[in-house]
């Protein structure tokens, strides 16, 4: 957690000032780029031992943005899915999540703006754990469900950091995987917990070269009745772009619930692939 916070103040200090031109001004700009990755492997009569392998996934980042002098309204969708198959195997799924956000803010001439959000966390899809044999389905879309309502106040007077903090309301359902929002001071099986706390959430955006660029999304959640224990969700992409249509993804993503594991999850994917900017 120190290092996530020492990080965040590191790029805290780099602040490169721009402007929405006037002609983009109060329009609805939509934005959308799919990356796709494919890696596979075959033999034939190949003595060195090996064996066949096939692994794909797919990543989608959607914005839809209206920016004026008073108002700003952003909308985004991150969406990630892969498989993977070796030999005779089944396929499992190598990654596998969506993510949700809604945000209005309204410039009042202060030096933070007021602002209300809400946002979704799920799965795109059933989820399973590979440790056991068979595997043992874990997850499913919107089952755990994570939305979030926030109001609060906003600081986006630079493009390439943008911060808010706010009174926060959290609802987590589920339908057969409980134990994210089942009470266990209680007999009864809770499939719905509402929460209300703090949230922070600060996106970082920074070009690192001509076709290279960083993007992060830092979000800190604590409820009320326990301030000493946060929620993180450091979700960070170094991209380049090698051509039009080629581009490597690094992303490393840092979690830590206490609620569905007592230790930090870290995941790492690089992806070497296809990008289509479709809109």
Request: proline letters at 2%.
């Amino acid at each position: 957690m120190k290092k996530i916070i020492l990080l965040f103040v590191l790029f805290a200090t780099i602040n490169v000032t721009a402007q929405i031109p006037d002609s983009l001004k109060g329009k609805w700009i939509p934005s959308l780029v799919t990356n796709i990755g494919f890696n596979q492997i075959a033999f034939s009569n190949w003595v060195k031992g090996g064996e066949n392998s096939i692994a794909w996934s797919i990543l989608t980042n959607f914005h839809y943005n209206n920016i004026s002098d008073l108002w700003t309204f952003k909308n985004s969708i991150k969406a990630t899915y892969g498989r993977s198959k070796i030999g005779s195997g089944r396929y499992i799924t190598t990654d596998n999540d969506l993510y949700i956000e809604n945000l209005a803010s309204y410039n009042v001439g202060w030096a933070v703006s007021p602002f209300i959000s809400n946002s979704i966390r799920t799965q795109v899809t059933k989820g399973y754990d590979y440790k056991t044999s068979p595997a043992k389905q874990i997850s499913d879309l919107f089952d755990p469900g994570y939305i979030t309502q926030t109001l609060g106040f906003t600081y986006d007077k630079y493009s390439n950091i943008i911060t808010r903090l706010g009174i926060g309301l959290q609802e987590v359902i589920t339908n057969r995987f409980n134990q994210y929002s089942d009470d266990l001071t209680t007999t009864k099986t809770e499939k719905f917990k509402f929460e209300t706390g703090i949230e922070s959430v600060t996106d970082f955006d920074f070009k690192l070269d001509e076709n290279i660029i960083y993007k992060s999304k830092l979000r800190l959640f604590s409820q009320f009745k326990s301030l000493d224990v946060w929620d993180v969700r450091f979700d960070n992409i170094i991209a380049a772009k090698v051509s039009k249509i080629i581009s490597v993804n690094f992303n490393y993503l840092v979690v830590y619930e206490k609620v569905q594991s007592p230790k930090t999850q870290i995941k790492e994917a690089l992806q070497v692939g296809l990008v289509f900017n479709l809109l």
